[in-house]
């Protein structure tokens, strides 16, 4: 009987787990509790490529064209990966709309430090309080595929016998190729 595993401390591992979530949130006050902004990119491989996922960060060019520096960007939350290349115009279009939406959601206190180009909060905006973002910052929304039904027709031969027809002309396509070759040959010898 020493050898049996028991799961006791499970309920009080919870309430540990999210006494320590609650502690990180509000030490990272008034920061987003997902973490940092990161880029939409596109799954590698051909047959994942039409999905979308979370990157490892934003490019430099993408950074360039939101107007946000490079060394400002990771102190404002945002993600970057200088080794990350846009290969179409289009996903740099959609990243760097991404960051002018969080950039103009971005209170920023004021402090010792300048950051070049974006606007630090009001004596208003600081008074009325920040609330703090549970989550992403800016959560990926995929959009729904757009299905359109039609009526089915009925049909007065077999579907089963058309695909069977058709699988057998497959097949068969290169010998019955063959075989008029040979009679259009045969036809041709005795013309002569």
Same mark, same amino acid.
């Given at each position: 009987?020493?050898?049996?595993?028991?799961?006791?401390?499970?309920?009080?591992?919870?309430?540990?787990?999210? *006494?320590?979530?609650?502690?990180?949130?509000?030490?990272?006050?008034?920061?987003?509790?997902?973490?940092?902004?990161?880029?939409?990119? $596109?799954?590698?491989?051909?047959?994942?490529?039409?999905?979308?996922?979370?990157?490892?960060?934003?490019?430099?060019?993408?950074?360039?064209?939101?107007?946000?520096?490079? +060394?400002?960007?990771?102190?404002?939350?945002?993600?970057?990966? $200088?080794?990350?290349?846009?290969?179409?115009?289009?996903?740099?279009?959609?990243?760097? !709309?991404?960051?002018? *939406?969080?950039?103009?959601?971005?209170?920023?206190?004021?402090?010792?430090?300048?950051?070049?180009?974006?606007?630090?909060?009001?004596?208003?905006?600081?008074? !009325?309080?920040? !609330?703090?973002?549970?989550?992403?910052?800016?959560?990926?929304?995929?959009?729904?595929?757009?299905?359109?039904?039609?009526?089915?027709?009925? +049909?007065?031969?077999?579907?089963? $016998?058309?695909?069977?027809?058709?699988?057998?002309?497959?097949?068969?396509?290169?010998?019955?190729? +063959?075989?008029?070759?040979?009679?259009?040959?045969?036809?041709?010898?005795?013309?002569?």
């Amino acid at each position: 009987m020493d050898r049996v595993k028991t799961w006791f401390n499970q309920p009080a591992r919870k309430h540990r787990r999210r *006494v320590a979530r609650q502690a990180k949130n509000a030490a990272m006050h008034p920061r987003p509790t997902g973490g940092l902004l990161r880029p939409i990119v $596109h799954a590698p491989t051909v047959r994942y490529n039409m999905k979308v996922r979370k990157g490892r960060g934003f490019t430099l060019e993408e950074l360039k064209a939101a107007g946000i520096a490079r +060394k400002v960007a990771r102190s404002v939350g945002i993600a970057v990966d $200088h080794r990350r290349k846009n290969h179409s115009v289009e996903s740099l279009q959609e990243n760097t !709309q991404r960051l002018k *939406v969080y950039k103009e959601k971005l209170i920023i206190f004021p402090g010792k430090g300048n950051l070049l180009g974006l606007e630090k909060a009001t004596a208003a905006e600081i008074e !009325q309080g920040v !609330q703090q973002v549970k989550g992403d910052p800016l959560p990926i929304v995929r959009p729904a595929a757009e299905v359109q039904y039609r009526a089915v027709e009925a +049909k007065e031969e077999s579907v089963y $016998h058309t695909l069977r027809v058709i699988r057998s002309d497959t097949r068969l396509e290169g010998l019955r190729t +063959k075989r008029r070759k040979e009679k259009a040959d045969e036809a041709a010898a005795e013309k002569k």
